[in-house]
């Protein structure tokens, strides 16, 4: 069965800091894994996108790691910041227009 | 913002009430969809609009109806829902409806059935 789990469900950390959320998962075949960030009370935002040749992507202070081998990816947040408060969903391709969502990482970021 | 809209943003109805949200993309986008999102449970993917045409509708109770008149908007039509239907409705578009192409998301319908 085709299943992606994310952890921590949540996590608090101080401003400033660096964090790293996993996401492991089953999905098979693999195309493209995607994280996206969700602030309260708005749709969610892609951050990155990774295929299977891709075990590493950027996007300023976030850095998304691909094994593909082991079927997982982290996602490392840099220097937090109170804006990086949001939930992070983790989303795997089987292919084609399919698409399957992880339950998502609650990061709450304090001064 | 990211170019997709809905309204209402809050919608509070009884069971045999009927309702529409309504969504619209200013991207030029040729998929349209509609998500459902609850507490501590994935997104689950409702209906795919394809160039106007519906092309998967993931066993969605009836009681939810969508439609989509043109490339630019798509509603969900809702009649005699349950009180199990209170969620986090959400709006995407994309260029084309494939896997590879980011969905860009509306600020979703936070909608309460009594």
């Known amino acids: 069965k085709n299943q992606v789990e994310q952890s921590p469900q949540s996590l608090i950390i101080l401003e400033g800091k660096n964090c790293t959320l996993q996401?492991?998962?089953?999905?098979?075949?693999?195309?493209?894994l995607r994280w996206y960030k969700q602030d309260t009370g708005r749709g969610p935002v892609s951050l990155t996108i990774m295929t299977f040749s891709e075990n590493t992507k950027s996007n300023g202070r976030y850095t998304a790691t691909l094994d593909a081998d082991t079927k997982q990816s982290s996602l490392h947040i840099t220097a937090s910041q109170l804006s990086d408060s949001a939930s992070y969903i983790c989303v795997v391709s089987p292919g084609k227009d399919k698409l399957i969502f992880g339950t998502g990482t609650r990061l709450q970021v304090f001064p | 913002e990211t170019g997709v809209t809905q309204t209402p943003r809050h919608l509070v109805m009884g069971m045999t009430n009927k309702k529409s949200l309504k969504c619209e993309q200013h991207l030029g986008h040729n998929a349209m969809y509609w998500y459902k999102q609850s507490a501590k449970k994935p997104l689950e993917l409702m209906f795919v609009?394809?160039?106007?045409?519906?092309?998967e509708n993931n066993s969605v109770p009836s009681r939810f109806s969508p439609e989509c008149p043109n490339s630019s908007h798509l509603f969900l039509h809702l009649h005699t829902l349950q009180p199990e239907d209170s969620a986090l409705y959400l709006c995407?578009?994309?260029?084309?409806?494939?896997?590879?192409?980011?969905?860009?998301f509306g600020p979703g319908t936070r909608l309460l059935v009594l």
């Open positions: 996401c492991n998962y089953t999905v098979s075949p693999f195309s493209n």
């Open positions: 995407a578009s994309s260029q084309s409806w494939t896997s590879r192409e980011t969905q860009y």
């Open positions: 609009y394809s160039l106007e045409e519906r092309v």
